[in-house]
């Protein structure tokens, strides 16, 4: 399985970092991509990532999934951007995998694709979150949509949406391995 993610300034590095970390060790591979001119891309609390590629450059083909990891100005800058909306849009419409924490739904909510769909965010951001139904669990799967709360809930996360994309086996296998919950 291979994942792009999509990291605009202002990300959330623990939403992104453990994910793209449990992932990889779970044999996925995972592509950065930025969603600015630059590979420059800095997290919310100063963390500098030098993304993989710029978003604008990618063939959407290569990719079985999306990730869009949350934080107030990355989640700002991704759901500005037209780019992204083409991308969760196409990736939906062909049935890939979208995954995204925290107040990352919201972009999800914007291009119009959870008005059918079951899923949570950070709390507080429910209130411009346009869904089927609002959940507070920590993790909701519905479809090929995962939706998450926020930094507190990455490892989890990050192991569900493993196991949808390679099998209950790896994600338990990794799990052991981080010894996580």
Do not use: Y
Not at 104 to 130: H, I, M, Q, Y
């Amino acid at each position: 399985m291979k994942v792009l993610a999509l990291l605009a300034d202002g990300f959330e590095e623990t939403e992104f970092v453990v994910p793209f970390d449990l992932w990889q060790r779970g044999g996925c591979e995972v592509v950065t991509a930025s969603i600015k001119s630059s590979t420059d891309v800095t997290g919310a609390h100063g963390l500098q990532v030098n993304a993989d590629t710029i978003l604008d450059m990618v063939d959407f083909d290569d990719f079985d999934g999306i990730f869009l990891p949350g934080g107030g100005l990355g989640v700002k800058n991704l759901a500005a951007s037209a780019s992204v909306e083409q991308a969760i849009q196409q990736f939906d419409a062909h049935g890939k995998w979208l995954f995204a924490i925290c107040a990352a739904p919201l972009v999800l909510s914007k291009a119009g694709l959870l008005k059918d769909r079951r899923c949570t965010c950070f709390p507080g951001c429910e209130v411009d979150l346009v869904c089927k139904e609002f959940l507070t669990d920590r993790v909701v799967s519905d479809g090929n949509i995962i939706t998450s709360r926020g930094a507190g809930t990455a490892e989890e996360f990050a192991l569900v949406t493993l196991a949808s994309m390679t099998d209950a086996e790896t994600a338990d296998r990794i799990r052991k391995q981080v010894v996580a919950r």
